[in-house]
């Protein structure tokens, strides 16, 4: 509901289709609704609604160019049905020049695209759907873990198609497929972040004689290429994974079940010449109840390549598969028993016997311990809950490291104070791989004190430490500190955040891998250090009327093998809004100022402002 022309295209534009826009906003905004739904024939059946309005807005930076215009903007929905909302049904949602606030920055520029799906024989054997969508000059952020990101600019869409057969007394099938891309480009940076993905999915499912059976497969494709983010030149990477497996699944007696899975999983990427890894995976668990509050489970799993799992978590973060010449295979042998003891008490134990295969070695582990929980309340001390936990490990050679976890958490309520913390540590936790100890701790507070019948004061805090405990250094860490002012209609925070840890870089962000070595990710391993602070400040002076104003300003640190990037960036964001019925009056400014070391180019300055009105309304 404004106007914003971005730098890149900073001529002026006043055509004529301009003005005939401007004088049809103005015309539309005093337009009563109509009908409430249209009917096209017997079988067509449609409903419109949206807002359209007008706005002047313009923009400016440091590279001396400057633009101002006049323009519309609105949004809508289209839904319908043919001759049946089973039969066939459809929504299409278009925007334009619409705010669209992705990031925790809340910038401000604007977006322009369309989302839409169509509904066909639902409730049938055949049903099917199809999805699309398509976004313009969109506003995200480079990820950094626990912190703000940098501003980036771009665009995205995305494809998909399913459809399923359900004959009765035959195997179910389901097919879909999906295609989605976006690109990005990080503001003071002139090269684009990319990334593409590919997905074809089949899945059945049949029941014989109380076997629930599935089988299924899945084939994904990638390609990616990377921000230019430490001046070495931008990079590209694609790469397929495929998967295909089958389950069973059966009750047991004494409220018990059975199930089993086994799956082939492959990868393969263009790097180095091009790389390839197979593994295979099988598990077999059953659980039984042979009292109402007695239940115990046991499982068997092998992994044929213990860092497929790996592979697989940075592919659904948008990342790429992380090498290693590592082959590494797992067998676990486990065994679990819980207790519901009564009146808050609960007490659950188990034994983990692992074999492990790597570098051609052998390792052998046995875990065993329990965990007593236990949960305290009364009215007058508020709320108390904690629970505590053993791990002993121990191989052929006797024990090995004793490890603990641990948490504990309070919340009470004393006249005008409000207060909550908790704490939880834990250490030798399972990992994928035997031989990394971890050690991993979190801690928070909130604190809210009512000073007056119309100030209140509130306070938060949260930490997060994890890492390697054999190394000294290799630790992921985030705090978080914020408080904040409310005066009746009045509000007013600040917050501080800082991370540091290892990383792996993908199109998309820093990703925080799994507590694995830095050998492991090679030339993918990322340190980043950063901070953060923001000022937020609002007010609603009158009803109906909000306005909003931020400030943050960040710097971070990155630093490959080979490389190291200082970055900051400060952002300035103002709005108001104000609603009366079906108008909307929204004005706002945005001010981004962003230095990429990398980059190689001057502080970058971005600037933008707007005002507009707009008019909700049903067209149909």
């Keep these: 509901m404004y106007q914003y022309t971005h730098l890149r295209d900073s001529r002026p534009r006043h055509s004529l289709a301009r003005h005939v826009g401007w004088v049809l906003s103005a015309v539309l905004l005093c337009v009563a609704p109509a009908f409430a739904q249209l009917e096209v024939g017997e079988n067509l059946k449609m409903t419109l609604d949206g807002s359209f309005g007008f706005g002047y807005g313009g923009g400016w930076g440091n590279d001396g160019d400057s633009s101002r215009s006049i323009n519309f903007m609105g949004s809508g929905g289209l839904n319908g049905y043919y001759y049946h909302p089973n039969f066939l049904s459809f929504n299409a949602m278009p925007h334009y020049n619409r705010s669209k606030n992705d990031g925790t920055s809340e910038t401000v520029l604007n977006s322009n695209g369309v989302s839409g799906s169509l509904n066909l024989f639902t409730g049938s054997l055949f049903p099917g759907s199809i999805s699309f969508g398509k976004e313009f000059n969109n506003t995200r952020e480079f990820?950094?873990?626990?912190?703000?990101?940098?501003?980036?600019?771009?665009?995205?869409?995305?494809?998909?198609?399913?459809?399923?057969?359900?004959?009765?007394?035959m195997p179910s099938l389901t097919a879909s497929y999906t295609n989605s891309s976006n690109s990005s480009s990080i503001v003071g940076l002139s090269s684009e972040a990319k990334s593409a993905t590919r997905n074809l999915n089949l899945e059945s499912r049949y029941q014989l004689r109380g076997y629930r059976l599935a089988a299924y497969?899945?084939?994904?494709?990638?390609?990616?290429a990377f921000p230019d983010l430490w001046g070495s030149g931008a990079t590209e990477n694609s790469g397929a994974n495929s998967t295909y497996g089958v389950s069973v699944n059966h009750q047991l007696p004494l409220s018990g079940s059975f199930s089993a899975q086994w799956s082939q999983s492959s990868f393969s990427n263009n790097q180095d010449g091009g790389r390839e890894t197979s593994a295979q995976n099988a598990s077999v668990n059953a659980t039984i109840a042979p009292f109402r509050r007695l239940s115990i489970s046991g499982d068997v799993r092998y992994m044929g390549n213990l860092f497929t799992q790996l592979q697989r978590n940075i592919i659904d973060a948008g990342g790429t598969p992380v090498w290693t010449e590592m082959d590494a295979q797992s067998t676990v042998f486990t065994s679990m028993a819980y207790l519901s003891i009564g009146k808050g008490l609960a007490l659950n134990g188990h034994v983990t016997h692992r074999i492990q295969n790597y570098y051609g070695r052998e390792v052998v582990d046995t875990q065993y311990g329990g965990n007593l929980n236990y949960r305290y309340a009364r009215p007058l001390f508020g709320m108390i809950y904690f629970s505590f936990g053993l791990v002993d490990s121990a191989n052929k050679y006797g024990n090995g490291n004793l490890g603990f976890?641990?948490?504990?958490?309070?919340?009470?309520?004393?006249?005008?104070?409000?207060?909550?913390?908790?704490?939880?540590?834990?250490?030798?936790?399972?990992?994928?791989?035997?031989?990394?100890?971890?050690?991993?701790?979190?801690?928070?507070?909130?604190v809210r004190r009512k000073l007056t019948p119309y100030v209140s004061w509130h306070a938060t805090s949260r930490f997060m430490h994890s890492g390697l405990t054999q190394r000294d250094g290799d630790l992921n860490r985030s705090e978080t500190l914020s408080t904040g002012l409310r005066f009746k209609s009045y509000g007013f925070s600040v917050a501080y955040s800082q991370s540091h840890g290892q990383s792996v870089l993908t199109p998309g962000g820093l990703l925080t891998p799994e507590p694995l070595p830095p050998e492991i990710f090679g030339d993918d391993f990322v340190i980043h250090d950063g901070r953060s602070f923001t000022v937020t400040g609002y007010t609603s002076p009158i009803k109906r009327m909000t306005i909003t104003g931020h400030y943050t300003t960040i710097q971070s640190d990155t630093l490959s093998r080979s490389f190291r990037s200082l970055n900051d960036g400060d952002r300035y964001n103002g709005q108001l809004e104000y609603r009366l019925r079906k108008l909307s009056l929204r004005a706002g400014f945005t001010r981004t100022e962003q230095f990429v070391l990398a980059g190689g180019n001057p502080r970058a300055v971005v600037n933008s402002y707007y005002f507009g009105l707009s008019r909700w309304f049903n067209v149909f």
């Design 143 to 169: 990820g950094i873990p626990g912190l703000s990101g940098l501003n980036t600019e771009g665009s995205a869409q995305n494809f998909g198609i399913t459809w399923s057969a359900l004959l009765p007394n």
């Design 405 to 446: 976890s641990g948490s504990v958490g309070f919340s009470r309520r004393i006249g005008r104070w409000e207060a909550s913390s908790d704490f939880s540590y834990s250490q030798n936790v399972q990992t994928q791989v035997a031989w990394v100890t971890t050690s991993s701790y979190s801690y928070g507070a909130f």
């Design 217 to 224: 497969y899945n084939r994904q494709g990638t390609d990616n």
